[in-house]
């Protein structure tokens, strides 16, 4: 490689290198190719050893970004780390005046310095990895903003010839990496411009006036469409379902046939009950008989009699029982169970629900509210429904009930039970299922903003 020409005034040899870096930089695409020319080309314009490369980040930090001679550059080494803390006191020291000759100017920002200029513990490795001098140069538009700065090191002294044209390239690349970086939001811009000191009581006090804003607290939870009104249908004996008469989810009227169970059990016992009874009536027969010859056969009469209405009884029990194995509907509604085929053949006890039998026109909403979201509720506030079938229709309902303790809802999180009444009941019917969003009372924005992380601390800390 050949040795470049020593930097002279921009008229003399050094100004066609000037000018080609300047083209350079303006063909750049990208920051990364950008910071690789200035690391590594800028030696063309004045010469160098290594030249250390720093931008300004978004949160107006420094930021190690390119090292002359290195592809890429690992922050983690401890070189770069011992860079990062030079240009970290650098950037908060005021520059060492330099000796110019009189009615020069320094370039502004412009610091020579040496090992002896820095801390102990950042002078002690200088002789490791870097050469007597060093020259540190801010990238500086020309609107006045600093866009990130560069350190060169040599073994020669620096001129104030060999700083002005170097300063003179800085506003250049300034001015290709403002280009290139991307915009700061307009938003940023002006949250940037509020935390101003003369504009911090202002913001302050428009906080807590937006902190105070009232608003209506509520809460969304796992919500199903229940009927208000509803009478449990249940097994009359025991036995054997054996016939549905009325399809699941249909309307019946008063006397309409709903189910039936398995009457071969009751029939073979009604059969038996028939035989003992007859039985018991011809022990008594015999008994009347004898006791017109023997009158110890007169105290057996009333025994055997007895024996007779006790199977009579029996008997008118198991017909009875027979009668009632076709269930009926007791009143017009909607019969409400699971599939048939889920009951057909099942035995069932006396009691076991089967289905209900839910008044039309009653509709309401179950709502399972989970326990860290319990709000305070109030009877008659509003609630509304978005059915999974319709979820952009909202339904309208007043709440009526909560219950006093939790309970295990069906996915498996204690919750308290929320009872609603729907306003329209035309576009709903029982079994559809969705979220509820129930409202509370009015409380300040800050409070619904941070109750739950508060209720967290407090449980956390114990107050």
Not at 216 to 234: D, F, G, K, Y
Request: charged share 20%; with cysteine; net charge positive.
């Amino acid at each position: 490689m050949n040795a470049p020409l020593k930097a002279d005034a921009p008229g003399g040899s050094a100004w066609p290198r000037y000018v080609s870096l300047q083209r350079r930089s303006l063909e750049c695409a990208e920051v990364a190719e950008l910071g690789f020319l200035i690391a590594n080309e800028t030696w063309h314009l004045v010469p160098y050893r290594q030249a250390v490369l720093f931008l300004q980040n978004r949160f107006s930090g420094s930021r190690l970004t390119a090292v002359s001679g290195l592809v890429s550059v690992v922050e983690s080494t401890p070189f770069t780390q011992w860079l990062t803390s030079i240009e970290k006191h650098l950037a908060g020291v005021q520059p060492a005046p330099m000796n110019l000759k009189p009615g020069e100017e320094a370039p502004s920002g412009a610091s020579a310095f040496t090992a002896g200029d820095l801390p102990t513990v950042l002078a002690t490795p200088w002789m490791e990895w870097w050469p007597a001098h060093a020259l540190r140069l801010p990238l500086r538009t020309p609107q006045g903003t600093e866009v990130g700065s560069v350190i060169y090191t040599r073994e020669e002294a620096w001129t104030p010839q060999d700083i002005r044209l170097l300063s003179l390239m800085h506003t250049q690349y300034a001015y290709c990496l403002q280009a290139l970086r991307p915009s700061r939001p307009a938003w940023r811009e002006r949250i940037l411009a509020l935390t101003r000191p003369s504009r911090r009581w202002w913001v302050a006090l428009a906080m807590l006036l937006i902190a105070a804003i009232p608003v209506r607290t509520s809460v969304l939870a796992p919500a199903e469409i229940i009927a208000l009104q509803a009478t449990a249908v249940a097994a009359p004996a025991d036995g054997i379902v054996k016939t549905f008469h009325a399809p699941p989810n249909r309307d019946v009227k008063a006397g309409d046939l709903l189910f039936s169970l398995d009457e071969s059990t009751l029939s073979n016992r009604v059969q038996v009950a028939e035989r003992a009874l007859a039985v018991a009536r011809t022990d008594a027969l015999s008994a009347q008989q004898r006791a017109i010859d023997q009158a110890e056969g007169r105290a057996d009469i009333a025994v055997l009699q007895g024996r007779v209405r006790e199977r009579e009884a029996e008997l008118a029990l198991l017909i009875d029982a027979r009668k009632r194995l076709d269930v009926v509907a007791s009143q017009d509604g909607i019969f409400v169970y699971t599939d048939p085929n889920d009951w057909l053949g099942r035995p069932v006890n006396t009691g076991e629900r089967i289905g209900q039998l839910a008044a039309p026109g009653e509709l309401g909403v179950l709502v399972w509210l989970p326990v860290p979201d319990a709000i305070n509720l109030a009877p008659g506030t509003d609630m509304k429904v978005y059915l999974q079938v319709q979820p952009l229709n909202a339904l309208v309902a007043k709440l009526e009930q909560t219950s006093y303790q939790a309970a295990m809802s069906p996915d498996g999180v204690m919750a308290y039970r929320v009872r609603g009444r729907l306003n329209d009941e035309g576009r709903a019917h029982i079994g559809l299922r969705g979220v509820a969003k129930v409202y509370g009372e009015w409380k300040p924005i800050a409070y619904w903003l941070f109750r739950r992380p508060l209720g967290a601390v407090r449980q956390w800390i114990g107050l």
